[in-house]
Structures are given as structure tokens and as C-alpha cells.
């Protein structure tokens, strides 16, 4: 059983930075594709960005890429998503998750079709407003 903690979230004014952390409570999740998504009440969920860090290979969306910058530190079992000019479009409840295969397998086509992964965290909130 694989368990994900979100935390970072919070209030921020457009045009800030929040970096959240995703820490997983097995070794080697360096071997999953790790994802963060948002949801905002009665949207769909959409993808953000994956890694998978042995890999070394990322993705991002569209709406995303250029902002904002998915790392892991595998020592601290902890995958990163650094944000940065923030909008208030970016607010959301972020969710990380994980799970094994490839990279496509997960984050691919429209953002909105990401995920399929077995293993996910409650979310941390993030309110990007002045």
C-alpha cells in the first residue's frame, strides 16, 4: 500500500510562487509515475504535470508549462511541484499521485483525460487571489 501526503498549499496573490510537496510512504517512488492534478468544485479534474524520476521524463499542460516545475528527491521519497506566476486561474485543490507503468501510460492526450493511477492524497488547497 502506497500513501501520498500533500502539503504546501495556501493563499497566495496573483503573480506569486507555492511550491507543494507530494511524500510517499514507500521507497523507491522513483519507480512510479508520480502526477498532480487540480479540481475545482464542479470542474473536472484536470492533469498538471508527471514525472517519473529514474526516468528522468516529465509533462506538463499546456496551461502550465513555463510556470511551473515537477521535481523528486528520491532520498526524501518526495516528488515537488514549483509554481510560479501564479493566476488566479490556478486555484484548485491539488492532488498527487502515483502508480507503476510508463509515463504515457498516465499523463497524456487532454488534460482532463490524465490519471488512471491506483494510489492518491487528500489534496491541498490552493487560492491564488489578491
Known amino acids: 500500500q502506497l500513501d501520498l501526503v500533500e502539503s504546501g498549499g495556501g493563499l497566495v496573490q496573483p503573480g506569486g510562487s507555492l511550491t507543494l510537496s507530494c511524500t510517499a510512504s514507500?521507497?523507491?517512488?522513483?519507480?512510479?509515475?508520480v502526477g498532480w492534478f487540480r479540481q475545482v468544485p464542479g470542474t473536472e479534474r484536470e492533469g498538471v504535470a508527471c514525472?517519473?524520476?529514474?526516468?528522468?521524463?516529465?509533462v506538463y499542460s499546456d496551461s502550465v508549462k513555463g510556470r511551473f516545475t515537477i521535481s523528486g528527491d528520491i532520498a526524501k521519497r518526495t516528488v515537488f511541484l514549483q509554481m510560479n506566476s501564479l493566476t488566479p486561474e490556478d486555484t484548485g485543490t491539488y492532488y498527487c499521485?502515483?502508480?507503476?507503468?510508463?509515463?504515457?501510460?498516465?499523463?497524456?492526450?487532454?488534460?482532463?483525460?490524465?490519471?488512471?493511477?491506483?494510489?492518491w492524497g487528500k489534496g491541498t488547497l490552493v487560492t491564488v487571489s489578491a
Open positions: 499521485a502515483a502508480d507503476h507503468g510508463m509515463l504515457t501510460a498516465y499523463c497524456s492526450g487532454a488534460v482532463s483525460k490524465w490519471g488512471g493511477m491506483d494510489y
Open positions: 514507500l521507497l523507491n517512488v522513483e519507480y512510479y509515475v
Open positions: 514525472i517519473r524520476s529514474d526516468e528522468g521524463a516529465t
